[in-house]
């Protein structure tokens, strides 16, 4: 079946560490891809998409991901954390169409 | 100069009741759409909207229904809530289709006593 896996529901890092989201997919093509952030309370913000091109992406607040077509990943990363990162965090899939899917989030607490 | 707005931000009813959540975007967008996030944060889509088409996602209930006054607008409409019903509805907006980037209002988060 296709689908956009989020495989850590919840991680913990320290402020400062750096930071690394798992997202993949099964889709036969490649989909369009894209990470949206959730603050507690809020909608979701886009943070980075990709379509074609460099597989490296950059995006707002210092993220950035990485499209890796062997593996079927689109994982995001942050050099360092801030307090402020502490959100629920979605990757997205986008076939054709109307076939546009949120995976099931990743919650980042972020610890003094 | 929220860029999309909806509106209760709270609502509590009786199972049975009828209610409505509006939603408005000032970005001139043509496609709006509505999410229901569970109480496990998973988003589904329950309908798209622009000018041309509505798209409904074909395991939400006909209980719910939007409704467009017009391009600025799409409210949500649900009639005789249940229980399961309660969640945050999310509005969003894009300039055209999920490849554009979407636009999300705040929620409303629905309890159905």
């Known amino acids: 079946a296709q689908s956009v896996t989020q495989p850590d529901i919840h991680i913990t890092v320290s402020e400062g560490a750096s930071l690394e989201l798992r997202c993949n997919y099964s889709y036969g093509a490649t989909p369009y891809l894209f990470w949206y952030v959730q603050s507690p309370g809020q909608g979701l913000q886009l943070l980075l998409k990709?379509?074609?091109?460099?597989?490296l992406v950059q995006g707002i607040k210092g993220f950035e991901a990485e499209f890796k077509r062997s593996q079927s990943s689109f994982n995001l990363r942050k050099p360092s954390v801030h307090w402020s990162d502490a959100a629920e965090y979605f990757c997205a899939v986008g076939i054709t169409g109307n076939q546009f899917y949120f995976g099931t989030g990743t919650s980042l607490t972020v610890i003094p | 100069d929220t860029a999309v707005s909806q509106t209760p931000k709270y609502l509590v009813t009786q199972m049975g009741n009828d209610k409505s959540i509006k939603c408005e975007q000032n970005l001139g967008h043509d496609t709006m759409y509505w999410y229901k996030q569970d109480s496990k944060k998973f988003l589904k889509i329950m309908f798209s909207?622009?000018?041309?088409?509505?798209?409904i996602n074909e395991t939400v209930p006909n209980r719910f229904s939007p409704k467009s006054p017009d391009k600025a607008h799409l409210n949500l409409h649900i009639n005789s809530l249940e229980l399961g019903d309660s969640a945050v509805y999310f509005c969003?907006?894009?300039?055209?289709?999920?490849?554009?980037?979407?636009?999300f209002g705040s929620g409303t988060q629905l309890s159905v006593l």
């Open positions: 969003a907006s894009s300039l055209e289709g999920w490849s554009e980037k979407l636009f």
């Open positions: 909207y622009n000018n041309k088409e509505l798209i």
């Open positions: 990709y379509f074609s091109g460099d597989t």
